[in-house]
């Protein structure tokens, strides 16, 4: 963030750096230098809302970068409540939700990109992931773990930098949402010594929420895809949240689900 961005004016052509300086940042954040640099270091116990508010518009923070100073901060709080960990298990409610819906693919998932449950249409539309030599001793399937590991996760991402950006922000997110998941951590030192794609990711330390947008995929079935979804909390299960494609009517997408889906039913009759 260059200081023309902040609206600051520049004294002088011989500045060491193209960002912000320290005291400038305290300056746009109301703060002391000396309080900032404690801040910067990671010292932010005790830091009020006021001041991590005015640190976010100091630097023009987006939604998810503010919330990740705020998860920051907590994370550093002992005596913050911490929401309980996910078991893993998915209650039989939210099974039967996710079988009842026979014409959409959705599949569940935790922070660290494991899915744990999927209805039909949902394992037929990531069967590649589900087909992966990754997962055939080990589980439960990962798409992280595919994206970075498996060289075929190419040829199912169309954008597949795009999708490794964002897989890589999205765990950065959890890491402070879910500090003491063991699981998590290990993920992270798996893919950071096994793909330099995603340890060169790693480093940029982006965060972003992933709420809905439009996935592009490339199926070995029904060929190219562009599926709109929602990626919604369960609030009763802290830390798993359900993904959701859902097409418009009579559009590309939705022609080739229900290609897809006139395959499973076909197959099941064969067997």
């Not at 940042?25 to 109301?30: D, K, N, P, R």
């Not at 998915?90 to 996710?98: A, Q, S, T, Y």
């Not at 590991?149 to 190419?154: T, Y």
Request: include cysteine; glycine fraction near 6%; hydrophobic fraction near 40%.
């Amino acid at each position: 963030m260059t200081p023309q961005q902040a609206g600051l004016p520049i004294f002088g052509v011989n500045r060491r750096v193209t960002g912000l300086r320290r005291e400038e940042v305290a300056l746009l954040a109301g703060v002391s230098i000396d309080y900032y640099i404690r801040l910067e270091r990671g010292n932010l116990s005790g830091a009020s809302d006021s001041v991590l508010d005015s640190l976010s518009h100091a630097l023009q923070l987006d939604d998810a970068e503010r919330a990740y100073l705020y998860d920051l901060a907590r994370a550093v709080t002992a005596s913050e409540r911490r929401p309980p960990a996910a078991t893993g298990r998915i209650r039989p409610v939210v099974l039967r939700m996710l079988d009842a819906m026979t014409d959409l693919p959705a599949y569940i998932r935790n922070g660290r990109f494991d899915i744990l449950a999927a209805n039909s249409l949902g394992q037929a539309l990531y069967a590649p992931v589900y087909d992966s030599p990754l997962f055939a001793r080990r589980g439960p399937v990962n798409t992280a773990r595919f994206l970075f590991l498996d060289p075929g996760s190419v040829d199912f991402w169309p954008q597949w930098e795009k999708a490794a950006n964002d897989s890589v922000a999205f765990l950065r997110t959890e890491t402070v949402r879910s500090p003491h998941d063991k699981g998590l951590t290990d993920l992270i030192g798996e893919l950071s010594t096994k793909s330099d794609e995603f340890a060169q990711l790693w480093a940029k330390h982006e965060v972003k929420f992933h709420h809905s947008g439009v996935k592009q995929l490339c199926h070995p079935l029904i060929g190219d895809l562009a599926l709109p979804y929602e990626a919604l909390d369960l609030p009763a299960d802290p830390g798993l949240r359900i993904t959701i494609y859902s097409p418009e009517p009579d559009s590309p997408g939705r022609q080739a689900l229900d290609l897809l889906a006139s395959w499973i039913g076909s197959t099941a009759l064969e067997h």
